[in-house]
């Protein structure tokens, strides 16, 4: 089935928010994993909305899918070195830790990610990434929207389709194209 795809896909590498696509092309934009977080200014975040609705078709939906932030949550963790999981590859065995430094005012997490890869003769490598990423709640989410000319036409709070609400793990919109 992967076969087929080569002719139906092209990976582009670039900055979302000035990528030149077709206009009027694609009948859906997904956004996913959290990705749209690491617009850290509004002017990103409307570039880069603005630059999603000229590709899509008028017909076409665009979905963003967030983590719903909770704000006792990220701060009770912040700044804590915590074991995020464990596992083996390749021969290895890798501790992941994750660092959280919350800014609440700013709606920004600056996250390091460390990665301790132990090798069968016990050498140790370790490996740091670090990114921000900026918080979105929902009505904030609702009116990027609609600045960047959208109708929103669903929330849901989980990959179940289930209704948005405080407690849900992810905030996830449906939007479409105003025209």
Known sequence: AAEGLTDQVTLIE?????????????????VAVNSFMH?????DQLATLAAVRRTLIRKGILIIDLFN??????????GRLQLERSYELDG??????????SDPAEQMSHVTFI??????????????MQFTMRWLYRFELEHLLAR???TLRAV???YDLEPYTTASPRLIAVAAPRR
């Open 14 to 30: 670039a900055d979302v928010r000035e990528v030149v696509l077709p206009e009027n092309h694609f009948t859906l934009a997904f």
């Open 39 to 43: 617009l850290t200014t509004i002017e």
């Open 69 to 78: 932030p909770d704000p006792l949550t990220i701060t009770r963790e912040d």
């Open 92 to 101: 290895c065995r890798v501790q992941k830790f994750v660092v959280i430094e």
């Open 115 to 128: 990665y301790d890869e132990t090798a069968g003769d016990g050498v140790v490598t370790r490996r740091t």
């Open 148 to 150: 960047a000319g959208f």
């Open 156 to 158: 849901y709070g989980s």
